[in-house]
């Protein structure tokens, strides 16, 4: 009679769907970053400069005089931070935190006139549907 089972443990299969869960977030976590910067309008470049990443809670700061006009720093910042998330369910935060953020979410640019981190997040809800 053949012996029926399993033929790994079950933790090995958890740390397995852990691992992928962890590149899901971390992949998602980049695309976001990647859809803020490059929705971000510019003038001077501190909005696109002060997009920032932490993980496990916000991180309240900024910088009034960034003039990261092309959003490389806050991409090259933030993909550092992402690419340290070892765990699948860690928090990332992905903000912006200029005392005009919010007037610029709104609708107060004619750069970005619906917005820049709700389309972002409606496209990524929309390719992982």
């Keep these: 009679m053949a012996r029926k089972g399993w033929s790994k443990s079950l933790s090995g ?11 899901r977030l971390r992949a998602t976590a980049l695309q976001a970053l990647n859809g803020v910067i490059e929705r971000s309008p510019v003038d001077t ?4 400069g002060n997009n920032s990443v ?3 809670q916000p991180d309240r700061g900024y910088d009034l005089d960034s003039q990261d006009r092309s959003g490389s720093e806050a991409l090259g910042n933030g993909m550092r931070i992402i690419g340290r998330v070892t765990k699948a369910f860690d928090v990332i935060y992905i903000q912006n935190n200029l005392p005009y953020a919010e007037q610029l979410e709104n609708g107060s640019s004619t750069q970005a ?3 820049v981190y709700a389309i972002t997040f409606d496209n990524l809800r929309a390719q992982n549907t």
């Design 13 to 23: 299969f958890a740390g397995e769907v852990e691992a992928e869960q962890n590149k």
């Design 45 to 48: 470049g501190a909005f696109r």
């Design 54 to 56: 932490s993980v496990g």
């Design 113 to 115: 006139p619906a917005g």
